[in-house]
């Protein structure tokens, strides 16, 4: 009980210091930095700091700490439930960056400068989560500071089935998001957080459910047991794609790429009249005149 009280309590003071720097990001830089970049490296730190702990309660929590797997996915949708609140729009995704270019929303250099933050976001949080482990606040991080140089794979399955499960995850992540980018903020956060946690219920055992490129990247690349060439294909490629074919069912076209409809039909504006046409009224003045 212990160590989830201080897996709890780092929680909460993950989500308040990165709450308190986009605050102050906010309040010192220009809008345009701040949605580029400070906001991407406060959301990517948070949500990347925050995975790194929920890994090791997966881990080891069951064995060493009495962590069951319903508090594990009560604990998950709480946590996302509280990203989607205090991200303040911050896509924290590469593949939500790629689909706000896709559908012509952001610009080629913000979508590179947010990929960027993101990346910087993540690598800050792997480099902070190794000096909170070394503090070995509770029994779950000692563990993890004696077994972090031999992480375990996330990948369990083969690489074309891994690939296959993160495509089908991202699908389902960016339909959702796209149906629901223009609803109130409570409910886009609840439905994002419940298909999260659906997600990783049932896709967890295969390959984690990352369905986020830079997450992937900086969580399982560096373990063992496969290549990087077989990580990017399952971690990149998958999600890149699932993406992709959600946007193309979605709207019909990639608008960055094509303006023609590829797959749905544009309606007129202009509707024409049902029915026969009315003869025209004959003029008797002029008919008699014949």
């Known amino acids: 009980?212990?160590?989830?009280?201080?897996?709890?309590?780092?929680?909460?003071?993950?989500?308040?210091?990165?709450?308190?720097?986009?605050?102050?990001?906010?309040?010192?830089?220009?809008?345009?930095?701040?949605t580029s970049f400070a906001r991407e490296v406060a959301g990517a730190a948070q949500?990347?700091?925050?995975?790194?702990?929920?890994?090791?309660?997966?881990?080891?929590?069951?064995?060493?700490?009495?962590?069951?797997?319903?508090?594990?996915?009560?604990?998950?949708?709480?946590?996302?439930?509280?990203?989607?609140?205090?991200?303040?729009?911050?896509?924290?995704?590469?593949?939500?960056?790629?689909?706000?270019?896709?559908?012509?929303?952001?610009?080629?250099?913000?979508?590179?400068?947010?990929?960027?933050?993101?990346?910087?976001?993540?690598?800050?949080?792997?480099?902070?989560?190794?000096?909170?482990?070394?503090?070995?606040?509770?029994?779950?991080?000692?563990?993890?500071?004696?077994?972090?140089?031999?992480?375990?794979?996330?990948?369990?399955?083969?690489?074309?089935?891994?690939?296959?499960v993160e495509a089908t995850c991202a699908f389902f992540f960016h339909l959702t998001l796209l149906h629901l980018r223009h609803s109130l903020l409570v409910y886009r956060a609840l439905a994002m957080a419940l298909l999260v946690t659906v997600t990783a219920s049932t896709a967890g055992p295969y390959t984690s459910a990352f369905f986020n490129p830079t997450l992937a990247a900086s969580v399982t690349f560096h373990c063992s047991g496969h290549s990087f060439l077989d990580y990017a294909q399952v971690y990149w490629l998958g999600p890149l794609t699932g993406m992709v074919l959600a946007v193309l069912l979605h709207q019909g076209h990639l608008p960055r790429l094509f303006q023609r409809n590829l797959l749905y039909r544009q309606k007129s504006k202009y509707r024409s009249p049902r029915g026969k046409l009315a003869a025209a009224p004959v003029d008797t003045h002029m008919a008699t005149q014949g």
Not at 8 to 34: D, H, Q
């Open 1 to 34: 009980m212990a160590s989830l009280n201080a897996s709890l309590s780092f929680f909460v003071a993950t989500c308040a210091l990165c709450e308190m720097a986009r605050k102050a990001s906010k309040a010192l830089l220009p809008m345009g930095a701040y």
């Open 47 to 164: 949500l990347a700091a925050c995975c790194l702990e929920m890994r090791v309660l997966a881990e080891l929590g069951p064995w060493a700490g009495g962590v069951g797997p319903d508090l594990l996915l009560t604990l998950l949708f709480l946590l996302f439930l509280v990203h989607g609140a205090t991200f303040d729009g911050a896509s924290v995704n590469p593949t939500v960056a790629l689909q706000e270019f896709l559908l012509a929303e952001a610009t080629l250099p913000n979508t590179l400068l947010k990929l960027a933050a993101q990346a910087l976001g993540m690598q800050v949080a792997s480099t902070l989560m190794r000096r909170c482990w070394a503090w070995e606040l509770s029994d779950l991080h000692l563990l993890q500071n004696l077994t972090a140089a031999h992480c375990n794979s996330t990948l369990r399955t083969s690489v074309l089935q891994g690939a296959l």
